[in-house]
């Protein structure tokens, strides 16, 4: 029978949880631990000591120039420091270890619901992000993007020549896209619904693995893909964000971006999924269900949320989104205002 509620916690991982929890609050114990995400890039646990809850996340053991908790964690810090993310309470990049405040928090779609109107907030959340002292740079936003196309070809997931229209596609953005390192601003990289909390009264953004410095449309654009989805919303968010009216070669690159950002969110889907699964069947189409159809699957249980059939689905979805957004005529608009400047 386990007394202690860090023994949970897998072998593998347990040692470096027990000296980081050991550091930060001495001999107080851990009362209560709950998973709250499990996998190959990190787990996470919220744990209650002393009365007051926490957040520990234990990094996994992959690591690439993104994935590097002695960049992510600065970056983090930073962030919170500037109230934009919880509070830092222990963070060991050599060990792989944080240990943050936990945020209570409500699904995105009840913050979406309730007021539509932090919407606002998020634009202005991350303008805010941006305004900070730059984060350390990586790898430019396009060419990262291509080299994830090139990984997802060369895993075999999909039949040759079906993802031939992306690779042009793609080839095409980065032609006429220029990339100003000049004007790279600190980034999180990847703000979807679950690294954004909503408390009831304000929002956090959390897990800065992969925040490093980058093009100030890719976090706009990230959340246009998958929270302020309806134009009218994405009106607010880039109204907010910039503090004025888009101008029309603003308007022009976050088309780009958009379908840059699809591409991505693409491919690491799939990759994701081939990390789970290995060796599996070529897709040999690109027939995907629509959102609705897809939740209505998952819903009905039909289908694990974040699984790894899941994650193939949603990478066809995504990879559909992406080829449409390439041949819609405002596409090739915007093609031309980007490559006129």
């Known amino acids: 029978m386990l007394s202690d509620p860090v023994d949970h916690i897998p072998e593998d991982r347990r040692e470096r949880a027990r000296s980081a929890l050991a550091a930060t609050f001495g001999r107080s114990p851990v009362t209560a631990l709950e998973p709250m995400t499990a996998g190959a890039s990190a787990s996470s646990y919220r744990i209650e000591v002393g009365g007051r809850t ?35 309470r222990h963070a060991d990049p050599v060990a792989a270890v944080a240990i943050t405040d ?14 539509p109107d932090l919407v606002h907030d998020l634009g202005r959340l991350v303008a805010r992000l941006q305004a900070i002292p730059a984060f350390p740079p990586v790898i430019d936003y396009p060419t990262m993007v291509g080299r994830l196309f090139d990984n997802l070809l060369a895993a075999g997931m999909f039949a040759s020549g079906l993802l031939d229209p992306h690779r ?17 601003v600190s980034s999180h990289n990847d703000l979807t619904s679950v690294n954004i909390l909503f408390d009831g009264e304000r929002l956090w953004f959390i897990d800065w693995e992969t925040a490093y410095r980058n093009d100030p449309l890719v976090d706009v654009a990230t959340l246009t893909l998958f929270i302020a989805v ?54 040999t189409d690109l027939d995907a269900p629509t959102v609705a159809e897809f939740m209505a699957t998952v819903e009905q249980r039909r289908l694990a949320l974040g699984g790894p059939e899941a994650q193939r689905l949603v990478s066809k979805m995504l990879l559909v989104s992406f080829l449409s957004g390439v041949t819609a005529p405002g596409f090739e608009e915007a093609l031309a205002v980007v490559r006129q400047g």
Not at 67 to 83: F, I, K, Q, T, V
Not at 168 to 184: F, N, T
Not at 248 to 267: F, I, K, N, P, Q
């Open 168 to 184: 042009e596609g793609v080839e095409r953005i980065r032609e006429v896209y220029s990339w100003d390192s000049g004007a790279l």
């Open 230 to 283: 309806s134009p009218e919303l994405q009106e607010v968010l880039l109204r907010s964000w910039l503090g004025r009216e888009p101008d029309r070669t603003e308007r022009a690159r976050l088309v780009l971006m958009r379908s840059l950002a699809r591409l991505y969110y693409g491919c690491a889907a799939s990759l994701n999924a081939a990390h789970v699964l290995g060796t599996v069947a070529p897709e």
């Open 54 to 88: 926490y957040l520990l996340r234990l990094e996994g053991p992959r690591r690439n120039e993104v994935r590097d908790p002695h960049r992510s964690y600065a970056c983090m810090r930073e962030a919170a420091e500037a109230g934009l993310a919880p509070a830092v």
């Open 102 to 115: 936990f945020v209570p928090h409500r699904p995105m779609s009840d913050f979406l619901q309730a007021s």
